[in-house]
């Protein structure tokens, strides 16, 4: 079956600009995360969503960084006023349980971002 | 948070059995061990996780030490496609711990 997919794979915006990245998680999956990873890091949590809710957004770095996921399925992470160091892989994963340690979470290819 | 502690690197001969070790000295009782690995230019991608026995599935075994402070990953016959970066990653059983803490993780080259 279809796996996460995440859109778009590639984006280059300049110092500034809004953009918006989508996430379109497994079907039926309850949970979803976002992740940020830095060239040669592993990724580091943002924030996530347990159906509609966000249920933690400690990971989101300033106000400039949001996301919602409005009928509990496709998310979107939002950066306002983007500057050179949200350059990153943004990643999406989503698992099909919530409140457990032992779900697994499936990845999606990720979006690069590139803020020049 | 318990935190882990692996080796930046590991290389292992192709077709030979491959042992990667991760020491977490802080685990507490409720915290599972999980291990993802991230393939070259993929996302993460589950490997296994256990809490005290050990464990085996289609594509590892996951050792854990009697007093749980370590772990090793044991993949039984390495081939090309293993190559990947290894993390190990400590979840407490508690509610609202359920994101994935990740650390710099091994990365592992596989000699043909």
């Known amino acids: 079956g279809a796996g996460v997919s995440q859109s778009p794979r590639y984006k280059v915006t300049k110092r500034g600009q809004d953009v918006a990245l989508r996430c379109d998680p497994i079907?039926?999956?309850?949970?979803l995360y976002w992740y940020r990873q830095a060239l040669g890091q592993g990724p580091e949590f943002l924030t996530y969503?347990?159906?509609?809710?966000?249920?933690?957004k400690s990971g989101l770095p300033n106000d400039r960084f949001s996301a919602e996921r409005p009928e509990g399925s496709i998310s979107t992470l939002t950066i306002q006023r983007t500057e050179q160091r949200d350059s990153a892989m943004y990643r999406c994963?989503?698992?099909?349980?919530?409140?457990?340690?032992?779900?697994?979470?499936?990845f999606g290819p990720g979006t690069r971002l590139t803020v020049l | 948070d318990a935190k882990t502690t692996q080796p930046n690197s590991m290389e292992s001969n192709e077709e030979e059995p491959v042992h990667l070790p991760c020491n977490h000295s802080?685990?507490?009782?409720?915290?599972?061990i999980h291990w993802y690995r991230q393939l070259p230019s993929q996302g993460p991608e589950y490997v296994i996780h256990?809490?005290?026995s050990n464990v085996n599935n289609r594509m590892a075994s996951l050792a854990i030490a009697e007093d749980r402070k370590s772990s090793t990953l044991i993949l039984h016959r390495a081939t090309l496609r293993d190559a990947a970066v290894y993390y190990c990653?400590?979840?407490?059983?508690?509610?609202?711990?359920?994101?994935?803490?990740f650390g710099t993780g091994t990365r592992l080259t596989i000699i043909p």
């Open positions: 994963a989503s698992s099909s349980q919530s409140g457990t340690s032992t779900d697994t979470q499936y």
């Open positions: 079907s039926g999956h309850v949970s």
């Open positions: 969503f347990n159906y509609e809710a966000q249920q933690d």
């Open positions: 802080t685990i507490s009782g409720t915290d599972y």
């Open positions: 256990g809490l005290t």
């Open positions: 990653i400590l979840r407490d059983e508690d509610f609202g711990n359920e994101k994935l803490t």
